[in-house]
């Protein structure tokens, strides 16, 4: 059974830093695009920052420069970098596979075939 559970989040400061974990099981996904998705309330899912398997790397304008993603292949785990957050970073992030994507498809939700579960973060101003 593939999984993909995140961990991390909670509640921060405005200008604060986390780290949100994505720990996959069930299969390896060091050949696929890894994204980082997020929802805030009454809003759509959207895309965040995803990473293909070559390491090539896409951001979404809100968090560039204070976001990054990074994989440990031999871990089989993803991980966002998040600093200095703003309280309009506050929403559920999802962690998601696109399997076998390319740079073109990395940003496209419809493309991600496994979901996490989600993890909240909350920031306070």
């Known amino acids: 059974q593939v999984r993909l559970v995140e961990s991390g989040g909670g509640l921060v400061q405005s200008g604060d830093s986390l780290l949100l974990s994505c720990l996959a099981s069930?299969?390896?996904?060091?050949?696929?695009?890894m994204g980082w998705f997020r929802q805030a309330p009454g809003k759509e899912r959207q895309f965040v920052i995803g990473m293909k398997w070559t390491g090539s790397t896409v951001y979404a304008d809100p968090v560039k420069g204070r976001f990054t993603i990074s994989r440990d292949n031999a871990k089989n785990t993803v991980y966002l970098q998040m600093n200095s957050l703003k309280p309009e970073d506050t929403a559920v992030y999802y962690c998601?596979?696109?399997?076998?994507?390319?740079?073109?498809?990395?940003?496209?939700?419809?493309?991600?075939?496994?979901w996490g579960q989600g993890t909240q973060v909350t920031v306070s101003s």
């Open positions: 069930g299969r390896s996904f060091s050949s696929d695009n």
């Open positions: 998601g596979a696109d399997l076998r994507g390319s740079i073109a498809t990395i940003t496209r939700i419809q493309e991600y075939e496994y």
